[in-house]
């Protein structure tokens, strides 16, 4: 089994019906996350990153919207915090500079069939696998503490 390089630094084994899930959360159809599924072949020890760029590449083949929407489109885990305002999320600022954005920017915060538009804010501590949000936001989008809410930033 070919393994991938996480962002971590840690290697695990190449999993098809993730990244099938991962092209879905993008928006992608289950034929068409499929069919690009079935034409990545990574080699070991590729990147996360790589991988990315390699499955953008086919999705552009496809549908450029579908493509811009995998590459700006990150599923972090939430966690809450009654002290964080309503309309804003922090996040850590390396996963910040890696979408080229800046605090003050708008992300969408996407959860089922909920979406909501918040302000991010730099945190400088924390997990950069994570995002924090009010906790009244995060019930609107219908998550609970802790669920995977798709993330997607502006281009």
């Known amino acids: 089994m070919v393994k991938i ?4 630094g840690g290697l695990e ?4 019906r993730k990244l099938e899930k991962s092209i879905r959360h993008a928006g992608a159809s289950e034929e068409v996350a499929k069919s690009i599924s ?4 990574p080699s070991e020890g590729m990147s996360t990153e790589e991988l990315r760029r390699k499955v ?25 915090s009654s002290d964080l305002k309503s309309g804003v999320v922090r996040m850590h600022e ?4 890696s979408f080229g954005i800046h605090a003050g920017d708008k992300v969408s915060l996407t959860h089922l069939e909920n979406e909501a538009r918040v302000e991010v804010q730099a945190e400088g501590s924390g997990n950069p ?15 609970e503490e802790g669920a995977r809410v798709n993330v997607r930033f502006p281009r």
Request: aromatic content about 4%.
């Open 38 to 41: 079935e034409r990545i072949e």
């Open 129 to 143: 696998r994570e995002v924090v949000v009010n906790r009244s936001d995060l019930e609107k989008l219908g998550a």
């Open 5 to 8: 390089r996480k962002t971590t």
């Open 94 to 97: 390396e996963l910040i500079k």
């Open 56 to 80: 953008s590449e086919e999705l552009r083949r496809k549908n450029e919207a579908l493509s811009g929407a995998y590459t700006t489109t990150k599923r972090l885990k939430a966690r809450s």
């Open 13 to 16: 084994d190449f999993d098809r």
